[in-house]
């Protein structure tokens, strides 16, 4: 897997023009919402914004800002998990997502020591995985990942519970972006 293939992924399951009333994050095509295409200089309508112009700033602010890159090279599974959920809440509630794992699953850190909790890729997130990788082997990249995605799905049940409009893409969030 590799980040070309990531974004196409991400254009195509989040599709064409969308303005749903629900939506708080208004007007978006291929998920990105007016207000990040215009900080990043698109001046036309969002029904015609160009899909290689959302591959450039899902590279730029999902992939490589995030350091998810980073992540990559150690664990590709984590980082295609860590690219679309922050495409979908956000690079510092997925990261979030991968240190809170990492904490819990240090064994009281025996492992590896606990990272704070700050929702950015440092040295001391790259240097927790790197410890459970070299300490869970083959199958821990996978447990890993459920883990980060039973938060994840915990936390769109919340958005569903906390905000009655979420309800309408609690199904969509929980069909299309967890595993």
């Known amino acids: 897997m590799n980040i070309d293939s990531l974004i196409d992924a991400v254009i195509e399951k989040e599709g064409g023009f969308t303005d749903h009333p629900a939506d708080r994050g208004g007007p978006t095509r291929w998920g990105i919402t007016e207000r ?20 450039a700033i899902y590279r730029k602010l999902y992939w490589q800002r995030p350091r998810f890159d ?6 590709p599974l984590i980082a295609a998990e860590l690219f679309d959920t922050g495409v979908n809440m956000g690079p510092r509630v997925a990261t ?20 704070a909790l700050d929702g950015r890729i440092g040295p001391a997130t790259l240097a927790a995985l790197d410890g459970y990788l070299a300490r869970r082997g083959a199958t ?17 049940v919340h958005l569903a519970e906390s905000r009655p409009a979420n309800e309408a893409f ?7 972006r967890i595993g």
């Open 36 to 55: 990040v295409a215009r900080a990043h200089g698109y001046a036309g309508p969002m029904r015609s914004f160009p899909a290689e112009r959302a591959a």
């Open 70 to 75: 980073q992540v990559a090279s150690r664990a």
């Open 96 to 115: 979030g997502f991968l240190q809170r794992a990492l904490n819990a699953l240090n064994r009281g850190a025996s492992d590896y020591p606990d990272v």
């Open 140 to 156: 821990g990249e996978h447990v890993l990942l459920k883990a980060i995605e039973a938060l994840q799905g915990e936390r769109y």
């Open 170 to 176: 609690l199904y969509g969030w929980l069909a299309n």
